[in-house]
């Protein structure tokens, strides 16, 4: 099993920057094979994908509203993710969830691959 924790969240100004952290646990956890995904969903919505990485390889890939505007990054020795959101505009505002995928080749933007999520934390962005 794998135990997802996000935190960071909160209410920000447009413009303004955002740097939500996923902490992973569990006696499965690996980071090799391991890809970390970023979804958001806002209120009457379906859900987004955001950004993902390959724990070993550090392959990155981004979705194409957040493109130039977040990094994803990850320390692989304290297990964690990070989302740098940057330059944040009102269309940002969503829950945030963090994913993991224990068989990634590549990460990947398919939220029906990912086996684990974690209970997701809230961004607001005000105009």
């Known amino acids: 099993q794998v135990q997802l924790v996000e935190s960071g969240g909160g209410l920000v100004q447009a413009g303004g920057s955002l740097r939500l952290s996923c902490a992973a646990s569990?006696?499965?956890?690996?980071?090799?094979?391991?890809?970390m995904g970023w979804f958001r969903q806002a209120p009457g919505k379906e859900r987004e994908f955001v950004a993902c990485i390959r724990l070993t390889g550090r392959n990155t890939f981004y979705g194409d509203s957040v493109k130039d505007r977040f990094t994803i990054s990850s320390d692989n020795a304290k297990r964690t993710v990070f989302l740098q959101m940057n330059n944040l505009k009102p269309e940002d505002t969503a829950v945030y969830y963090c994913?993991?995928?224990?068989?990634?080749?590549?990460?990947?933007?398919?939220?029906?691959?990912?086996?684990?999520w974690g209970q997701g934390t809230q961004v607001t962005v005000s105009s």
């Open positions: 569990g006696s499965t956890f690996s980071n090799s094979g391991m890809g």
């Open positions: 994913a993991a995928d224990p068989r990634a080749v590549r990460c990947t933007w398919a939220a029906s691959i990912y086996d684990y």
